[in-house]
């Protein structure tokens, strides 16, 4: 008995060592959002890719917990309230962006990391502007003022900007579809950007400032784009020249667009590519021995269920509870110096709080 209590142990003592190599806080933040994503769409992926005995990159995270994800004024929260509370700390009203349910802007994470003198960097496979990556770097009343958010983007001082939306960007004259005349991506280049809009062309930028709008809206991952793992790795790569630190935020925003389509093979997919998003992270982490990396959800979407495989889908069938969102708790990953605090059931409004506070900083 004694013996395997001492197993036990030494277990839970390795397992702290690998999730806090050191005593100090990290130096950089990635912070990766499955949009949608909820331990059902996790285990179906597990069984259609390395199988069912196999672990994802995400399963090889040494610590883990559950988020508790409703608004401010609904069980059932959108992505904009669930980003905000990710981004801020506070819980708002459906598809409000950062801001409190009567309108007082709140500060982000990655606003507090850009005033801390770190390097920042938002990644998406969907349209930019769209409300998870929004939250970390605008305010709005409405998850719909996308033009209002594009151009606080631009001028938000984040270093990294990778996804699609270039429609957003751009007037119409431009073939673009903001009402004003403003061509975002011209002022994003004085003010020292990179612009581009292919995945050689991201590969071969050397900028420290870049900006790659890769679809008019939503992104597809397929060539001339480029995966949200390549982005996610040349966003660290850039972030990473600040000796600084850096916060990044990638998110696999089209999890939540197949799940909402009930379309288990599509989950997959958008799944399996977010997971290499989650390896390139953890690589550099493991290498750099001062990120930590956390990867949750802000919502489920379609409570997605795996039930036993028949003929014609021979890794799984998915049940699913409707096409809408799910008022079920998520999972939370953590690697890195830090992770341990976010074991346990928290509220979602926790996690980046977790954050601020290993930087002695103090989020709203």
């Known amino acids: 008995m004694l013996r395997t209590l001492n197993r036990r142990l030494l277990l839970i003592a390795l397992v702290l060592a690998a999730a806090c190599p050191g005593s100090a806080g990290p130096r950089n933040i990635i912070l990766l959002i499955g949009d949608g994503m909820g331990i059902g769409h996790i285990t179906a992926a597990r069984c259609a890719g390395p199988g069912r005995d196999g672990r994802l990159a ?10 508790l ?31 409190t349910p009567d ?15 770190k390097s920042t960097g938002i990644v998406s496979t969907k349209f930019i502007t769209d409300a998870t990556p929004a939250v970390f770097v605008a305010h709005a009343s409405k998850r719909s003022q996308r033009e209002d958010i594009a151009a606080q983007m631009v001028a938000s001082g984040v270093d990294v900007i990778l996804g699609g939306g270039k429609q957003d960007f751009l ?37 420290d400032r870049i900006l790659g709008l890769f679809a008019p809206s939503s992104m597809t991952s397929e060539r001339p784009e480029p995966t949200i793992a390549e982005m ?13 630190g850096f916060f990044l935020m990638s998110e ?55 039930q036993e495989p028949n003929e014609k889908n021979p890794k ?32 979602n409004t926790e996690i980046p709080r977790i954050m601020a506070n290993l930087w002695d900083m103090t989020l709203n």
């Open 171 to 207: 007037p119409k004259s431009a073939g673009g579809t903001r009402s004003d005349d403003r061509n975002l991506l011209d002022e994003a280049k004085k003010l020292g950007f990179d612009v581009f809009d292919t995945a050689d062309a991201m590969s071969a930028s050397t900028s």
């Open 69 to 99: 994800t409703h608004s401010a004024n609904a069980l059932v929260t959108d992505s904009a309230a669930g980003g905000t509370a990710l981004a801020t700390g506070v819980k708002t009203s459906n598809g409000t962006i950062s801001q």
């Open 103 to 117: 309108g007082k802007p709140l500060k982000s994470i990655l606003e507090i990391a850009r005033d801390m003198g």
């Open 316 to 347: 799984f069938t998915a049940g699913w509870v409707s096409g809408g969102h799910s008022g079920n708790m998520v999972a939370v990953y953590a690697f890195g110096p830090g992770a341990q605090a976010f074991t346990g059931t928290h509220d």
């Open 232 to 244: 996610t790795a040349k966003a660290i790569s850039i972030l990473a020249r600040n000796q600084k």
């Open 58 to 67: 995400i399963d090889t995270m040494p610590v883990t917990g559950l988020a």
């Open 252 to 306: 696999g925003a089209k999890i939540d667009s197949e799940a909402h389509a009930n379309n288990a093979a599509g989950v997959v997919r958008e799944l399996l590519i977010f997971d290499d998003a989650v390896k390139a992270a953890l690589e550099f982490a493991k290498k750099d021995g001062s990120t930590l990396v956390v990867v949750t959800a802000d919502h489920d979407t379609g409570a997605m269920s795996v």
